[in-house]
C-alpha cells in the first residue's frame, strides 16, 4: 500500500462544469510557508546552496584521487562511499527548492528545504564515522602504510564536516525568517 504524507493536505469538491458535467475540483489546504524574500534573492540562495553542493562533491572527489592502503579496505572504504549518498540527495534537495513557489506548499517545503538541511547532516555525520574507521585503521595497522598519503586522506574529512557547519550557518541565517501561513478556504 502506497503511503502518501501529503493527502490530508488536499480537499475536493464537486462542481459542474460549462459543459454541465459533475467534476472534482481539487484545492490545497494545509500550511503554506512564505520566502522572507523575493525572486531574486532566492535565485542567489539556490546558486549558494548548488555552490555548497558542489564543495562537498568536489572535496569527496578529490579525497578518492589519493591512493592510500585503507583505501583497499573494506571497512574503511565503505563509510567514504556513503558519504556521497547524502550529498546526492542534496541535490535532488536543490533542484525541488530552485522550482518551488513563494510560498511553498508543505510538499515542496519539506522535499526542498528541509531535504537540502537533512542531507548536510548526513553528510557530516559519515564523514565522522569513516572518520573514526580511517583512525582505526590507522592504530591497527600502525607501519603498514605511507603516512603522507594516509594523512592527506585523513585531512579532508575536517574540510568536509567545517563545509557542513558553515552551510548550517548559512541556512539558520537565511532561512530563519519563513512563516507559517494557513490556507483559507471560502465557503460556498
Known sequence: MLRNPYKDDYDHRPEVNR???FVDRFYYKGDLYKLPFDGKQKKRTVVVSLLFFLLFIGLWVLQGLINQASSRVLWVLVPYMFILLPALYMGLGIAE???SHNPMRREEYEKGLERMKHSVL???I???ISMICEILYLILRAGQYEWK???????????LIGAGILF????DRTFSGITMEKVELENE
Not at 548550517?168 to 541556512?171: E, F, I
Open 97 to 99: 527548492y530552485a522550482f
Open 149 to 159: 598519503s594516509e594523512l592527506l586522506f585523513s585531512i579532508f574529512y575536517p574540510f
Open 126 to 128: 559519515f564523514s565522522v
Open 122 to 124: 548526513g553528510v557530516m
Open 19 to 21: 459543459r454541465g458535467r
Open 168 to 171: 548550517g550557518k548559512y541556512y
